[in-house]
């Protein structure tokens, strides 16, 4: 069961399989997005199954602090649609304080960008844990573009200040692959003059190029050769963005945790409906059916983004070496998947994925910290660790263990899986607010599933 206390959860491990169908909250990267773009729309976008995180809720005040009505309606009756009555791209108002951009390192980047070419003052702010974050590598092209922007330590953390204003097109060489830097370009060259190139080294997720082209945006996607991308965002003169209506599809970080529980526990069987299958999100499908798992996709839609059930059983693992060109396809996964390959036979590898040092909190170490009291064998690497799984741990009785997220929704919610998955052992999770980042509806869910959860 789960016992839900002050900011801890007390989680002992379930004596037998789930078998389930759920759907999980709307995807929260989409919802970022579909809030920042239908607020530079002319008009108004309907939008369906909207992620409430605490992450998308700041999204939504930021912009209602930018002068846009944004509402909620009852289109689908779950309280998650709204109505977002875009300015047009130079509707934005001057806000009247520091905008707060909570935990939510998607918001602060991104809206970095459209700030930059608006002609008025602004300020980003955010909570401890984002106000440690890199911020340099999006002050460095946004200045490349003529930007007036600093931030705290020469430019490296928030809060960032920006004085907006005329902004010219750039060829950026992204440094390491991050749709946020993509995204944030993407959006500061909709306020510039010429054509604005952005070359990835490694394809990243689109969701910022597919809800532009929704919207009439003269966006070119090519991919030369060996999984590089170039991105134009073509000269835009008199151009205005199209309102959209969208229903936003679950998020796969989101079902990635019943992903786990269902290949982990014997004689599960969970379908999560209507996912978001982009193939840039989905990465950890392909690694762990590398790994033996039972896992069966059936895709329903494809427009704007591609949507579908996923269905996995329980399976017996055998580690692998992740393949490099997977890495930033699952690089929010990596927390539930250190958890999945601490269960498998054999040596899980994972390298090339050093972003997992500025997440949320250094998800290399605080996965290390966290499963090696458990007592998984994993090794920590400056770009990623190795984990010598053992399938046995499931039947694991060594006593209790006390965990921590630091600050980290998925860390949290990933230990959590893991305290479900060990049998015989008792595991505390310290720092769960954090949680309500990305997945407020989380201990419902498990609830939901297992009849486990209960709050105090």
Known sequence: MIDLKPDRALVAGLSKGV?????VPGDKSISHRVIILGSLAEGKSLVSNMSLSRDNMATIAAFRKLGINIKKQNLTGDGKDFAIYGAGLY??????????????????????????????????????????????RVIEPLSLMGAKISGRGSGSYPPVAING?????????????????????????????????????????????????????????????????????????????KPFETAIPGDFSSAAFFIALGILLKD??????????????????????????????????????RVGNIRVRYSGLKGIAVPSELVSDMIDEFPIFSVIASFAEG??????????????????????????????????????FEINGNPDLINSKSGAAVLNSFGDHRIAMSMIIMGLALKYRKIEIRDIKCINTSFPEFFDTVSGLTGIARAR
């Open 268 to 305: 599960s069987d969970i379908t999560v409906k209507n996912v978001l299958l982009n193939e840039k999100r989905a990465g950890m499908l392909k690694v762990l059916k590398m790994m033996g798992a039972d896992i069966g996709v059936n895709v329903t839609g494809e427009t704007p983004e």
């Open 165 to 241: 204003g005329k902004l010219k097109s750039i060829y950026y060489e992204v440094p390491v692959p991050s749709a946020q830097v993509k995204s944030c370009i993407m959006l500061a060259a909709l306020y510039a003059e010429g054509n604005t190139v952005i070359y990835e080294k490694k394809a990243t997720r689109d969701h910022t190029e597919n809800l532009l082209k929704l919207q009439g945006c003269p966006v070119i996607q090519e991919t030369p050769a060996g999984g590089d991308s170039l991105i134009t965002v073509k000269d835009k003169s008199g151009l205005s963005l």
């Open 91 to 136: 509707g934005l108002k001057e806000p009247e304080s520091i905008i707060n951009t909570a935990n939510s390192g998607t918001l602060t980047r991104l809206l970095a960008g459209i700030l930059a070419g608006n002609n008025f003052f602004s300020v980003l702010s955010g909570d401890k844990y984002l106000n440690r974050r890199p911020m340099k």
């Open 19 to 23: 078998e389930a169908i759920l759907e």
């Open 347 to 384: 040596k899980t590898l994972v390298s090339g994925a050093g972003e997992l040092r500025v997440k949320e909190s250094d998800r290399i170490k605080t996965a290390v910290f966290n499963l090696s009291r458990i007592g998984v064998a994993i090794k920590e690497f400056e770009d990623g």
